[in-house]
């Protein structure tokens, strides 16, 4: 077999077989084809797609070896959000769904682009430690019964090495590519089940409406395919989820839900995967909505999320401290008018969050955890002149400005009150 | 400027401007650019294409200095051809036209896939330098009017590295990348003209008419635009040119022209590219075909090539001698039934030939010059059963196998006369 004759087979559209993709990725991964060749190869599946039994294939020859899980006895589930501004649902639903009883082994990942990443997250409560090595990870997990950690050397090697390449040469936007680099790290989990939230919206990376959902079918394929059960929900990114965006803002937030706190679009996200990924783990689907309620309520799932961070090496009791949160600047951008919020330009507060601090414009920039924006309107409430629509906490002057910038021009009030968004567009199964 | 946005234009499609193609291509020759990103790249235009500006400045990037050629007075004008089998034009053509006074520096190249290269054609005669410097090449030029030999280190220099990045990433067959390589080439050899002939038919590269009319026109414009003035005609490679291929064999016969023998096509194709060289040297038409004519009878072009071989190390009487085309074996295959000659596979024929020794199935095969095929019919010929089809010359058995199973299902008879092909489609001029 030649890589010269794999890459012209895709570029003129026919399908690779097991053996080809495998060829190309083992080898690409093993260092035996150069990757002048790979990269043509990536840019010749941008332009010309693979079915979902490529998609599998690829995804397959992507994995190093699988999480042995055998000795915890009990459903493993997972979820994987493909991106948002202010998605911190996996802070508060990895602790709430093992609070059932269900483990969630999961692999998370940084800040990219406009969005912020659940390990920054988590790196706000000093001591919290990303970087456990498997045995450690798998004894939380045993413990606590979730456990969130970053991608480690054993977990798809050749993904970390065909994305580096991808960054460089324009190939990150082709969804098998997108759905090879998630699955083959989320199966690399050894878990049963693992439910998807695929982002849509002015501040999801999949803008179209259609595009997200190819993603993700094709992700349900190939999970399904892989043997464990996967769900899809499609769902909104035309406004931040929750109120608080920025590293510590979110876990704080995050741990007001966990406190039983009701804020609206998070916590119906936060439920409504959750409880896919209990009905996936065998449990009737009302059972599931009354004992998520519950442990939000009676601080199950709360005193669990205190654990993870204690086993982690970070102090639960630092959120509740008033330096946690604490910024050198607090700045409002005020509504110049009457009317209804009815548009945020989702992106761009993202953008204004990393320029803050929260996020890298460079890889090697270091992150302010406690900087970042509190929205005090969302879509479709009353707004009167005046009000404060964006509260900005900043620690640089400089930076403020910027942000500023940005967030004056990233909403819009109109005199007649708009439709709340919906919130979940679709569940995809297969 | 940074390398990944040029690629990301390229790829959705958008046209790039001089600056970015010149960031490219002479970053990619001057090793800034690593070739991971420029196969990349290379890929991208495969499938967005370029426009004539476009596929201009990137030609013009690929150049190294142009040959100052200015210190010989008189019109200099080259021909091209994109390859076909038993195309011996540039032999007959190069000493005809230096024979009327005008100047051919020509730059060749060796055999690529099933057809046979114009340097390898040359060296069957013992002692012929191709590798001439351009010193040595300038004086022959000034000397005999007319020198042939292989592209230097001066010429085209990023070409070189390009083409071989394309060789390993299927990104060979791209228009604006066939256009840029040879006319990065042909433009570098300081020429006040040039006369392309673009061959389409079962035995050239581009098959398709369209295709092959699109690089005409391209590589016409690219020509113009550079103030070169260029002419291309689309001709037929339904049959090989002539009846004569493998490299000494070519010579022969390309020394019967040149003696004023009338091989038709091969001739006819001959006199209408040098008077088209001629006509765009400033000569009237009528004079330029009259003087072509008279030149091959009274052995002046003869002369003129006799030269050549001469000024370039070889024996021109070689050619005449018993042994130059001597073979172990002489093979026929035979004509099974009655009818005329309808068609044949012109690129298994060529392949055939290439199998015997002519040309390199690896790039470190050793070429046997004496080797090759005789037709001893063309379409639209009459034929009587057990004729003479294919004369196969061959040193070896094994080889001579292979190429009788590839030729002896490369023609058909049929019982009604057919059309003789067209010899020349099209002349293309802007």
């Avoid at 599946?45 to 009990?74: H, N, P, Q, R, V």
């Avoid at 790290?185 to 002015?202: F, H, M, P, Q, Y």
């Avoid at 090496?313 to 009457?338: A, C, M, Q, R």
């Amino acid at each position: 077999m030649r890589a010269i004759d794999c890459i012209r087979k895709k570029r003129d559209g026919n399908k690779l077989n097991k053996e080809e993709i495998e060829f190309m990725v083992k080898g690409f991964a093993e260092g035996r084809i150069p990757d002048y060749q790979f990269s043509a190869f990536l840019m010749a599946i941008y332009f010309k797609g693979m079915d979902y039994e490529e998609t599998f294939y690829m995804t397959k020859a992507m994995m190093g070896k699988i999480l042995d899980l055998s000795d915890i006895e009990g459903k493993k589930v997972d979820k994987h959000s493909t991106g948002g501004v202010g998605d911190k649902v996996s802070l508060i639903l990895a602790p709430l769904v093992a609070s059932c009883g269900v483990y969630v082994p999961m692999v998370s990942g940084r800040a990219l682009g406009h969005t912020g990443g659940t390990l920054d997250k988590l790196e706000s409560i000093k001591g919290y430690r990303t970087d456990l090595t498997i045995s450690e990870f798998k004894n939380v997990l045993k413990e606590v019964g979730c456990s969130i950690i970053g991608q480690t050397e054993e977990i798809a090697p050749a993904d970390k090495k065909i994305y580096a390449l991808r960054d460089v040469t324009a190939t990150v936007e082709s969804i098998p590519l997108i759905v090879s680099s998630i699955m083959s790290k989320k199966l690399s989990e050894g878990i049963d089940a693992l439910v998807l939230d695929v982002k849509t919206g002015n501040g999801a990376f999949m803008r179209n409406y259609n595009k997200a959902k190819e993603l993700a079918k094709a992700m349900v394929e190939v999970g399904e395919r892989f043997g464990v059960k996967t769900t899809a929900f499609l769902t909104d990114m035309n406004q931040p989820l929750g109120c608080y965006i920025g590293n510590a803002l979110e876990v704080w937030e995050s741990v007001q839900v966990l406190s039983g706190e009701n804020i609206e679009d998070l916590k119906k996200i936060v439920i409504e995967l959750s409880a896919e990924m209990l009905s996936l783990a065998g449990w009737k689907i009302d059972d599931a909505y009354e004992e998520l309620e519950k442990n939000l309520k009676n601080g199950k799932a709360l005193n669990i999320w205190e654990k993870v961070v204690k086993f982690h090496g970070g102090d639960p009791k630092i959120v509740y401290k008033d330096d946690f949160l604490k910024t050198n600047i607090v700045h409002y951008i005020h509504s110049y008018e009457d009317g209804y919020l009815s548009y945020f330009d989702t992106f761009n507060i993202g953008i204004a969050s990393c320029l803050l601090g929260a996020g890298r414009e460079k890889k090697e920039d270091k992150i302010d955890h406690k900087v970042g924006i509190i929205l005090h309107k969302k879509i479709g409430d009353k707004v009167t002149k005046n009000d404060k629509i964006f509260e900005i906490r900043a620690n640089n002057e400089e930076k403020l400005k910027k942000a500023i910038n940005i967030l004056k021009k990233s909403f819009k009030i109109e005199k007649n009150k708009p439709l709340k968004p919906k919130l979940i567009y679709e569940k995809i199964k297969i």
